[in-house]
Protein backbone atom coordinates (compact mmCIF):
# COMPACT_ATOMS: atom_id res chain seq x y z
CA UNK A 1 0.00 0.00 0.00
CA UNK A 2 1.09 3.67 -1.00
CA UNK A 3 0.48 6.34 1.53
CA UNK A 4 0.38 9.40 -0.68
CA UNK A 5 2.51 12.56 1.03
CA UNK A 6 2.67 16.06 -1.04
CA UNK A 7 4.53 18.40 0.79
CA UNK A 8 3.99 21.55 -0.91
CA UNK A 9 6.55 23.70 -0.15
CA UNK A 10 6.76 26.82 -3.25
CA UNK A 11 3.88 29.35 -3.66
CA UNK A 12 4.62 29.51 -7.19
CA UNK A 13 5.54 27.15 -9.87
CA UNK A 14 9.26 26.62 -11.34
CA UNK A 15 8.48 26.46 -14.75
CA UNK A 16 9.10 29.70 -16.09
CA UNK A 17 11.34 32.82 -15.42
CA UNK A 18 8.57 34.49 -14.40
CA UNK A 19 6.46 32.27 -12.32
CA UNK A 20 10.14 31.45 -10.40
CA UNK A 21 10.47 35.51 -9.29
CA UNK A 22 7.29 35.36 -8.43
CA UNK A 23 8.17 32.28 -6.05
CA UNK A 24 11.43 33.77 -5.05
CA UNK A 25 9.40 37.14 -3.77
CA UNK A 26 6.80 35.12 -1.85
CA UNK A 27 9.19 33.20 -0.13
CA UNK A 28 11.38 36.32 0.96
CA UNK A 29 8.27 38.85 1.50
CA UNK A 30 5.70 35.93 2.74
CA UNK A 31 2.04 37.28 3.79
CA UNK A 32 1.92 40.42 2.40
CA UNK A 33 2.96 39.23 -1.21
CA UNK A 34 -0.11 38.87 -3.58
CA UNK A 35 -1.18 35.25 -3.76
CA UNK A 36 -3.57 35.08 -6.06
CA UNK A 37 -4.72 32.31 -8.63
CA UNK A 38 -4.66 34.38 -11.87
CA UNK A 39 -0.84 34.89 -11.27
CA UNK A 40 -0.39 31.30 -10.85
CA UNK A 41 -0.48 30.49 -7.03
CA UNK A 42 -0.14 26.90 -6.65
CA UNK A 43 -0.08 26.14 -10.00
CA UNK A 44 2.12 23.11 -10.25
CA UNK A 45 -0.44 21.84 -6.80
CA UNK A 46 -3.59 21.96 -8.96
CA UNK A 47 -2.42 20.44 -11.93
CA UNK A 48 -1.45 17.87 -9.63
CA UNK A 49 -4.31 17.14 -8.06
CA UNK A 50 -6.32 17.05 -11.12
CA UNK A 51 -4.15 14.33 -12.74
CA UNK A 52 -4.52 12.35 -9.44
CA UNK A 53 -8.63 13.13 -9.62
CA UNK A 54 -8.21 11.84 -13.54
CA UNK A 55 -7.05 8.34 -12.30
CA UNK A 56 -9.41 8.57 -8.91
CA UNK A 57 -6.36 8.37 -5.97
CA UNK A 58 -5.99 10.54 -2.92
CA UNK A 59 -3.06 11.65 -1.48
CA UNK A 60 -2.51 14.06 1.92
CA UNK A 61 -1.36 17.46 1.11
CA UNK A 62 1.30 19.30 3.57
CA UNK A 63 1.07 23.29 3.30
CA UNK A 64 3.06 25.96 4.75
CA UNK A 65 1.97 28.99 5.53
CA UNK A 66 3.31 30.71 2.60
CA UNK A 67 1.33 27.73 0.91
CA UNK A 68 -2.34 27.75 2.19
CA UNK A 69 -4.48 26.55 0.07
CA UNK A 70 -7.72 29.34 -1.45
CA UNK A 71 -10.50 28.35 -0.37
CA UNK A 72 -11.81 27.29 -3.72
CA UNK A 73 -8.82 24.49 -3.52
CA UNK A 74 -9.48 23.66 -0.56
CA UNK A 75 -12.94 22.43 -0.61
CA UNK A 76 -11.81 20.72 -3.91
CA UNK A 77 -9.02 18.87 -1.61
CA UNK A 78 -11.72 18.05 0.87
CA UNK A 79 -14.33 16.87 -1.30
CA UNK A 80 -12.66 14.78 -3.28
CA UNK A 81 -11.41 12.53 -0.43
CA UNK A 82 -7.97 14.11 -0.07
CA UNK A 83 -6.57 15.19 3.16
CA UNK A 84 -4.75 18.48 4.19
CA UNK A 85 -1.69 18.48 6.80
CA UNK A 86 0.46 20.87 8.64
CA UNK A 87 4.02 21.22 6.62
CA UNK A 88 5.81 22.76 9.61
CA UNK A 89 8.76 25.41 9.46
CA UNK A 90 8.58 26.14 12.98
CA UNK A 91 8.58 23.84 15.80
CA UNK A 92 10.73 24.83 17.97
CA UNK A 93 9.15 27.46 19.50
CA UNK A 94 5.96 25.99 20.62
CA UNK A 95 4.15 29.95 20.14
CA UNK A 96 5.19 30.01 16.55
CA UNK A 97 3.80 26.38 15.60
CA UNK A 98 0.50 26.90 16.90
CA UNK A 99 0.31 30.20 15.11
CA UNK A 100 1.16 28.27 11.67
CA UNK A 101 -0.92 25.12 12.62
CA UNK A 102 -4.14 27.53 12.72
CA UNK A 103 -2.96 29.63 10.10
CA UNK A 104 -2.81 26.43 7.50
CA UNK A 105 -5.78 24.74 9.68
CA UNK A 106 -8.24 27.71 9.41
CA UNK A 107 -12.19 25.88 9.56
CA UNK A 108 -10.56 21.91 8.52
CA UNK A 109 -9.29 19.05 11.36
CA UNK A 110 -5.61 18.42 10.81
CA UNK A 111 -4.45 15.00 11.87
CA UNK A 112 -0.77 15.70 11.11
CA UNK A 113 2.44 17.11 10.33
CA UNK A 114 5.55 17.29 8.40
CA UNK A 115 8.85 18.72 8.91
CA UNK A 116 9.74 21.80 6.28
CA UNK A 117 13.46 20.39 5.74
CA UNK A 118 15.76 17.98 6.99
CA UNK A 119 18.54 19.69 8.78
CA UNK A 120 20.94 17.02 10.80
CA UNK A 121 19.54 14.36 7.97
CA UNK A 122 21.31 13.17 4.84
CA UNK A 123 20.33 15.98 1.74
CA UNK A 124 21.59 16.65 -1.50
CA UNK A 125 25.26 17.91 -1.07
CA UNK A 126 24.90 17.75 2.83
CA UNK A 127 23.21 20.97 2.81
CA UNK A 128 19.68 21.25 5.17
CA UNK A 129 16.86 23.47 5.68
CA UNK A 130 15.88 24.86 8.93
CA UNK A 131 15.50 23.53 12.53
CA UNK A 132 17.68 20.86 13.42
CA UNK A 133 15.40 17.38 13.33
CA UNK A 134 14.13 16.38 16.61
CA UNK A 135 11.59 13.52 16.86
CA UNK A 136 10.85 13.90 20.34
CA UNK A 137 9.97 17.57 19.92
CA UNK A 138 7.43 16.91 17.19
CA UNK A 139 6.01 13.61 19.31
CA UNK A 140 5.88 16.31 22.21
CA UNK A 141 3.83 19.14 20.03
CA UNK A 142 1.84 16.38 18.61
CA UNK A 143 0.81 15.00 21.88
CA UNK A 144 -0.17 18.54 23.02
CA UNK A 145 -2.12 20.03 20.05
CA UNK A 146 -4.39 16.82 19.40
CA UNK A 147 -2.34 15.56 16.18
CA UNK A 148 -2.89 12.01 15.52
CA UNK A 149 -0.01 11.22 13.41
CA UNK A 150 3.79 13.06 12.54
CA UNK A 151 5.13 11.68 9.46
CA UNK A 152 8.99 11.75 9.31
CA UNK A 153 12.17 12.92 6.67
CA UNK A 154 14.16 10.03 6.81
CA UNK A 155 15.15 8.10 4.11
CA UNK A 156 14.85 4.40 5.01
CA UNK A 157 10.91 3.30 2.96
CA UNK A 158 11.39 0.05 4.80
CA UNK A 159 10.54 1.36 8.56
CA UNK A 160 7.28 0.93 9.36
CA UNK A 161 5.15 2.81 11.72
CA UNK A 162 5.43 3.14 15.22
CA UNK A 163 3.20 4.08 17.71
CA UNK A 164 5.24 6.36 20.23
CA UNK A 165 2.97 7.94 23.40
CA UNK A 166 0.05 7.65 21.39
CA UNK A 167 1.26 9.28 18.05
CA UNK A 168 1.64 7.42 15.04
CA UNK A 169 5.26 7.89 13.39
CA UNK A 170 5.94 7.55 10.27
CA UNK A 171 9.86 8.03 10.34
CA UNK A 172 10.11 8.02 6.52
CA UNK A 173 9.73 7.83 3.13
CA UNK A 174 10.41 6.67 -0.33
CA UNK A 175 11.54 10.03 -1.75
CA UNK A 176 10.93 11.04 -5.49
CA UNK A 177 13.89 13.83 -5.60
CA UNK A 178 17.66 11.89 -5.68
CA UNK A 179 20.38 11.89 -3.23
CA UNK A 180 18.42 11.42 -0.29
CA UNK A 181 17.81 7.70 -0.03
CA UNK A 182 20.05 4.88 -1.51
CA UNK A 183 18.66 5.67 -4.71
CA UNK A 184 20.23 2.61 -6.44
CA UNK A 185 18.56 0.47 -4.28
CA UNK A 186 15.50 2.09 -3.66
CA UNK A 187 14.47 2.58 -7.24
CA UNK A 188 10.96 2.85 -8.42
CA UNK A 189 10.65 -0.52 -9.91
CA UNK A 190 11.60 -1.78 -6.03
CA UNK A 191 8.82 -0.02 -4.78
CA UNK A 192 6.35 -1.07 -6.92
CA UNK A 193 6.98 -4.71 -6.06
CA UNK A 194 7.99 -4.06 -2.54
CA UNK A 195 4.76 -2.32 -1.55
CA UNK A 196 2.37 -4.93 -2.86
CA UNK A 197 3.12 -6.79 0.34
CA UNK A 198 4.18 -3.57 2.81
CA UNK A 199 3.27 0.02 3.46
CA UNK A 200 5.28 2.89 2.08
CA UNK A 201 4.92 6.62 2.50
CA UNK A 202 5.84 8.26 -1.07
CA UNK A 203 6.80 11.71 -0.95
CA UNK A 204 6.11 13.66 -4.20
CA UNK A 205 6.56 17.57 -4.18
CA UNK A 206 4.37 19.10 -6.79
CA UNK A 207 7.12 20.51 -9.01
CA UNK A 208 8.29 17.26 -9.49
CA UNK A 209 5.16 16.61 -11.34
CA UNK A 210 6.31 18.84 -14.22
CA UNK A 211 8.49 19.29 -17.12
CA UNK A 212 10.80 21.16 -14.86
CA UNK A 213 12.17 18.02 -13.47
CA UNK A 214 11.72 15.33 -16.34
CA UNK A 215 13.24 12.17 -15.09
CA UNK A 216 11.09 12.77 -11.82
CA UNK A 217 7.98 13.07 -13.80
CA UNK A 218 8.63 9.99 -15.10
CA UNK A 219 8.55 8.27 -11.55
CA UNK A 220 6.27 10.08 -10.52
CA UNK A 221 3.69 8.70 -13.55
CA UNK A 222 4.56 5.06 -13.31
CA UNK A 223 4.02 5.46 -9.29
CA UNK A 224 0.61 7.05 -9.50
CA UNK A 225 -0.43 4.23 -13.07
CA UNK A 226 0.73 1.46 -11.57
CA UNK A 227 0.50 1.54 -7.33
CA UNK A 228 -3.22 0.15 -7.20
CA UNK A 229 -4.23 1.14 -3.30
CA UNK A 230 -3.04 4.42 -2.69
CA UNK A 231 -4.04 6.34 0.47
CA UNK A 232 -3.73 9.76 2.27
CA UNK A 233 -2.41 9.46 6.11
CA UNK A 234 -5.56 9.77 7.62
CA UNK A 235 -7.22 7.13 5.66
CA UNK A 236 -4.30 4.33 6.52
CA UNK A 237 -4.76 5.32 10.09
CA UNK A 238 -8.75 4.24 10.23
CA UNK A 239 -7.98 1.41 8.37
CA UNK A 240 -5.73 -0.43 10.92
CA UNK A 241 -7.69 1.03 13.84
CA UNK A 242 -5.40 3.93 14.77
CA UNK A 243 -8.54 6.60 14.05
Not at 172 to 184: K, L, Q, T
Not at 200 to 213: G, Q, R
Not at 223 to 239: A, Q
Request: glycine share 6%.
Amino acid sequence: MIILRHDVDDPFSLKSLFSKGMNYLSLKMGKIFPRWKSLGYLKDALDLFEREREIGIQATWFFRTLTTPFPAFRKQILANGHEIGFHADRIENETFFVKDLKTVAQDTRIFGFTKHGSKGLPTPLDVGLGEVYNLDLYIERAKKFGLSYFAGNDVTPTDTIKIIEGVAVFPSAFWIAPGYMNDRKFTVDWLIKYQKDHDVVVLIHPSEATEVFPDRKEKVEKILSRCEVVVTFKRYLEINGFL
